[in-house]
């Protein structure tokens, strides 16, 4: 600033004088006022030719002088670069007044002190009245900045920047050369220049004394800040205008500041109007500070009438005007609570009270706080109580059927038992789940519905039924006579069945299994419970359809299926089970084909059990897809160490394949394993394709397009089979061993044999002979085109330790000739 000064004294002196609410003036180096404007004349009641040559320590009090703080601003100013503060001052009239004081130091081209440049602001009115802060704020920085800290320059009555200070350069990034003489509408933005507002300025400065703005404004390197800017018309001497004195503070942190507020105050109205509840504040004097929407709808109060400021005085009476009962109640209510609030001082505390009008149940409460005031919220709680019975209801009641649940059951049960002629039926929907998986989930839950509801019919007083699981339903019988009642309502729920229920879907129709005991054959609950569940056993294992009441030998005959069902879990998670493997050969090139894989279960007790022992029980339990899953892995395995051109055959049971993701878990097995897809061969059944045709087309596809072989295993005896062969790209034909073993005897086996291989060709497929018994057979087989056999004439099934010598002894003798013609035609 200092360097600037002898440059454009005329125009600082004319921007100083004429700023009447500043007091600018000069002091020599030992604090004597040598330059005097019209704002301090008007700040201290001293002409220029009063003051000029006094020291300016007159405006102290004798008590600072002492302490010799005129001095020490000015020390400070010389030494740390500005003295800021303030502080009481004296007028020429003794009076006193809150002056803010900004001291610089002027110094030559030299370096050297000359002086000092020295701002006072009157803040006795801010001081004393501390009102309209935030505006007293600003007005006290702009003061206390002084010149180097706002950006104050003139321009010209066109708009021309005349001077330029050091506080316009740090803020606008200016140089005192690139600015002087340009435009100042530079500062202003395009939309604000294309809208003439920098003209529009200063024709309102010159016409009203004044212009004040705030806006954004542009700096040198192209940035915006957000500003307040203030153009005064300045004057001289003769009150000609001579241009204007513009003064800008940078406002973008305030800006940001109120941005936040007025997005905190917006989040906050939105946050009140979708409360789901209403919300009032009180404060302390008891006036209400913030009511959404949602408190007024709920209690019918007036909105128009209920205002920010009414009073809880005008809240109750509003309540009252309501003319509704529950309304003043809640009225009557928060009064009580506010004054028990006042009388015993527990802040924090939360009071709820639950009224219902109108229809509809609502929540009111109450929170008090520490300063006296208390937030009221009010909630329509209708839906929740309604749930809440609804709930209540559920837990002793199934959702699907609207009967008595398991735990009712379980409550009545235990409440009857030891009381006599008390009967226990369990009522099983024979076959449920292949009725859900023919027709869906949503026909099976229809299902169970009806069939709750059919029993229910046929009920009297002192019979009650259960949905306990499932498909399962329990009735218990109260002081019942069991010939007469109990077995005749078993009789009557048997016949209810023999009507097929109606559905969506079609008619449907299905029977009822039931399982009947007596409480007073039992000794405990659990002993009741395990005959009832052992008569129903026994029922489905005789053949469904059908009731039996609980006798002694049960228990024995269901335990010994229970057993089989155990040792076949534990056999499998210990691998009990092993592999033989029966051969395929072909008689025409004499090389073996494959070997079909066949389970054997190992009993640790019993030793050696036949398939046919065990692999129905374990499709019916469920336990197939693991077991079948255990043969594809050990068979893959073993068949790694056999000759490139020799595949493995693996039976999948239909069971097995009705899982979704069949395909994937045979190809995840085949990856693991790392043997080549191309070895390997899946014999299914056309009972396995008549389950879901296009789902199981689907999941062969899938694993032909990876190279894996499909045989349709004992063609034949299914149906459709023509139709499968069309769709479905099988690598091999098995034709069933009860056309094989009358060949001999029966023209018709053996024109559908030719039939089959004349196919077989045909279509590119290979056509396996199963059950090969005799010569006599192979040698028909082979006239008649089918090549390749398997049977006990070939081999009977052995361990894989014997395959690859019988594999060396079935082909080296047959390329040696050393066999009879006989011996080639079967190699035993």
């Not at 330029?164 to 100042?184: C, I, P």
């Not at 040698?779 to 004439?793: P, V």
Request: a negative charge.
């Amino acid at each position: 600033m200092c360097s600037e000064l002898p440059k454009n004294e005329f125009l600082y002196k004319l921007l100083v004088q004429n700023v009447f609410d500043y007091a600018i003036y000069f002091l020599n180096p030992d604090g004597v006022v040598t330059s005097w404007n019209a704002g301090a004349e008007k700040a201290k009641g001293y002409t220029e030719k009063e003051i000029i040559g006094k020291n300016f320590s007159i405006f102290y009090s004798e008590k600072d002088q002492k302490r010799g703080l005129p001095q020490k601003a000015l020390e400070t100013a010389h030494t740390k670069g500005k003295f800021e503060g303030d502080g009481w001052r004296f007028r020429k009239d003794g009076s006193k007044l809150r002056a803010y004081v900004v001291i610089d130091p002027i110094y030559n081209d030299k370096k050297e002190i000359i002086g000092y440049a020295k701002i006072t602001k009157d803040i006795t009115r801010e001081y004393k009245a501390k009102i309209i802060a935030d505006e007293q704020s600003r007005n006290f920085r702009l003061m206390a900045e002084g010149i180097k800290d706002y950006i104050m320059y003139m321009i010209d009555r066109n708009g021309k920047i005349l001077n330029w200070n050091s506080g316009a350069q740090r803020a606008k990034g200016y140089t005192t050369e690139e600015v002087l003489g340009k435009h100042f509408s530079i500062f202003f933005t395009e939309d604000d220049c294309q809208s003439g507002l920098p003209y529009r300025a200063l024709a309102t400065a010159l016409a009203k004394g004044k212009f004040e703005h705030e806006g954004f404004r542009i700096r040198r390197n192209g940035t915006s800040f957000w500003s307040q800017t203030t153009i005064d018309p300045v004057y001289d001497e003769k009150s000609q205008h001579i241009g204007f004195a513009t003064i800008t503070k940078n406002l973008t942190e305030q800006k940001k500041n109120q941005d936040a507020t007025n997005i905190i105050y917006r989040n906050l109205n939105l946050a009140l109007e979708h409360m789901s509840q209403g919300l009032c504040l009180f404060d302390k004097n008891e006036c209400m500070v913030i009511c959404n929407d949602r408190f007024t709808q709920l209690l019918g109060i007036n909105q128009e009438k209920f205002e920010m400021g009414s009073t809880f005085t005008d809240f109750l009476w509003l309540l009252h005007t309501t003319s509704n009962d529950s309304i003043s109640e809640i009225a009557k209510s928060v009064d009580t609570q506010r004054q028990k609030h006042f009388e015993h001082a527990e802040p924090g505390k939360i009071n709820h009270e639950e009224y219902v009008f109108n229809g509809l149940t609502i929540n009111f409460s109450n929170r008090f706080l520490a300063d006296g005031g208390w937030v009221s919220t009010i909630e329509d709680i209708t839906e929740k109580r309604k749930i809440e019975n609804e709930v209540k209801i559920l837990a002793h009641h199934d959702f699907l059927t609207g009967l008595k649940n398991r735990t009712s059951y379980q409550k009545k049960i235990d409440e009857i038992f030891g009381a006599d002629n008390n009967s226990l039926l369990f009522v099983d929907v024979d076959l449920f789940k292949e009725i859900n998986d023919q027709f869906g989930h949503p026909a099976g839950d229809n299902i169970l519905r009806e069939v709750g509801k059919k029993i229910q019919k046929n009920l009297s007083k002192k019979e009650t039924v259960y949905r306990i699981g499932g498909d399962e339903f329990a009735i218990i019988c109260r002081n019942s006579n069991f010939e007469e009642d109990v077995l005749s309502l078993c009789g009557r729920i048997l016949r209810e069945f023999n009507t097929p229920i109606q559905t969506e879907w079609g008619d449907i129709s299905l029977s009822v299994s039931i399982g009947v005991a007596s409480s007073s054959d039992c000794k405990n609950i659990d002993t009741w419970v395990q005959h009832t569940d052992l008569a129903l056993y026994a029922a489905k294992e005789a053949g469904r359809n059908q009731f039996l009441r609980y006798e002694k030998g049960m228990r024995e005959a269901i335990q010994k299926k229970r057993k089989l069902e155990f040792d076949l879990k534990k056999s499998l998670e210990h691998e009990d089970f092993f592999l033989v493997y029966q051969p395929v050969v072909n008689a025409q090139t004499h090389k073996v084909s494959s070997f079909e894989a066949l389970l054997r279960w190992k009993h640790p007790v019993d030793g050696i059990i036949p398939p046919i022992n065990f692999i129905p029980f374990a499709e019916e339990i469920g336990l197939m897809p693991s077991i079948d899953m255990w043969v594809v892995k050990a068979a893959c395995k073993e068949a790694l160490s056999w000759p490139h051109h020799v595949s493995v055959s693996i039976n999948i049971s239909a069971k097995t394949f009705e899982l979704n993701n069949i395909s994937e878990s045979i190809l995840k097995i085949i990856e693991d394993v790392n043997i080549d897809p191309g070895r390997v061969e899946i014999e299914i059944t056309e009972t396995s394709m008549l389950l879901n045709a296009e789902e199981t087309i689907n999941k062969i596809k899938k694993l032909t397009e990876n190279n894996i072989k499909i045989a349709l295993d004992d063609f034949g005896t299914g149906y459709s089979s023509l139709s499968f062969l069309r769709d479905i790209p099988f690598n091999r034909i098995k034709i069933d061993r009860s056309f094989i073993k009358d060949i001999e005897s029966n023209i018709h086996s053996i024109a559908i044999i030719k039939a089959i291989a004349g196919i077989g060709d045909a279509l590119g497929v290979s056509i396996t002979a199963e059950g090969v018994e005799t010569a006599s057979q192979i040698s028909l087989l082979m006239r008649d085109k089918c090549y390749e056999h398997q049977g006990y004439y070939i081999s009977k099934p052995f361990e894989q330790t014997h395959i690859l010598p019988w594999i060396l002894s079935y082909e080296s003798e047959i390329v040696s000739g050393t066999l009879t013609e006989k011996e080639q035609i079967c190699l035993v």
